[in-house]
C-alpha cells in the first residue's frame, strides 16, 4: 500500500516570494512521483516528475521538485511566484504496476499582490 | 479531440435517480482511468481500463457505481439511486504510457 501526505492545505504566500509545498510518500516498494496543478474550473495538468535518474527535476514554468529517499518526500519549490501560480497543487505516487496514481489531500497556493 | 473530454460538465440529480457520465479519451490511448474528487480533497481511484478489459475496480465505493469501456475507446461511469455522498468531481484520465495521464475537465456532480 502506498499514502501520500502533503502537511499544507494553504499556503498564502506574497507575489515574488518563495515558496515550497511539501510532500512526504509512504510506499514498501519503489514509486514514481508526481506534481499535478489544477487551476479553477479546470482538469489536473501534470507539472513535473521523477521516475529515475538525476533527484532534482523541473518544469518549464520555474517550479522544480526534490526527491528525497531517505526522507521520502518529492516537496516542490519556485524561488519566485507570481499571480498566476495561484492553484491547488496535488502530489501523487504511482506504483510499479503503473495502474493507478495515489493522491495527497492537495495545497491551495494563493499568491497575494 | 487534442484532450480528454468529459460530459456532462455540471450534472444535478435527485436523491435515488441514476446517472451516466461519459469520458472521451485522447484518441489511441489504452489506458483509462476514474477518480472521485470530493470536494477540499485529493482525487481517489475508482477504476481502470486497458483497451475494453476493467482489470481494476477496487476503488469502486459500491455495487451502485459501475463503469464500462465497451469497444476500447469511450467510457462511461453509472451511478445507480445517486445518494448525497456521492456529490462530487468525477475525472477521467487516459494514457499510453503509465507515468503520463492526462486528465478530462471532470464532471462536478451534485446530489439533492
Known amino acids: 500500500a502506498q499514502s501520500v501526505t502533503q502537511l499544507d492545505s494553504q499556503v498564502p504566500v506574497f507575489e515574488e516570494a518563495p515558496v515550497e509545498l511539501r510532500c512526504n510518500y509512504s510506499?514498501?516498494?519503489?514509486?514514481?512521483l508526481f506534481w499535478y496543478v489544477q487551476y479553477p474550473n479546470q482538469g489536473l495538468q501534470l507539472l513535473l516528475k521523477y521516475l529515475s535518474g538525476s533527484t532534482l527535476v523541473e518544469s518549464i514554468n520555474g517550479f522544480e521538485a526534490e526527491f528525497n529517499k531517505s526522507q521520502t518526500s518529492f516537496h516542490l519549490r519556485k524561488p519566485s511566484v507570481h499571480i498566476s501560480d495561484t492553484a491547488e497543487y496535488f502530489c501523487a505516487v504511482i506504483n510499479n504496476a503503473g495502474n493507478m496514481l495515489t493522491f495527497g489531500g492537495g495545497t491551495r497556493l494563493m499568491v497575494k499582490p | 479531440g487534442a484532450g480528454v473530454s468529459q460530459s456532462p460538465r455540471y450534472k444535478v440529480a435527485k436523491r435515488g435517480q441514476d446517472v451516466a457520465l461519459r469520458c472521451d479519451p485522447i484518441s489511441g490511448h489504452v489506458s483509462l482511468f476514474w477518480y472521485q474528487q470530493a470536494l477540499g480533497q485529493g482525487p481517489e481511484f475508482l477504476t481502470y481500463?486497458?483497451?475494453?478489459?476493467?482489470?481494476?475496480k477496487s476503488g469502486l465505493p459500491s455495487d451502485r457505481f459501475f463503469a464500462e469501456r465497451p469497444e476500447g475507446s469511450v467510457s462511461t461511469l453509472k451511478i445507480q439511486r445517486t445518494q448525497q455522498e456521492d456529490s462530487a468531481v468525477y475525472l477521467c484520465a487516459s494514457s499510453l504510457v503509465s507515468t503520463e495521464a492526462f486528465f478530462g475537465q471532470g464532471t462536478r456532480l451534485t446530489v439533492v
Open positions: 510506499s514498501s516498494v519503489s514509486v514514481y
Open positions: 481500463f486497458q483497451n475494453e478489459a476493467q482489470l481494476d
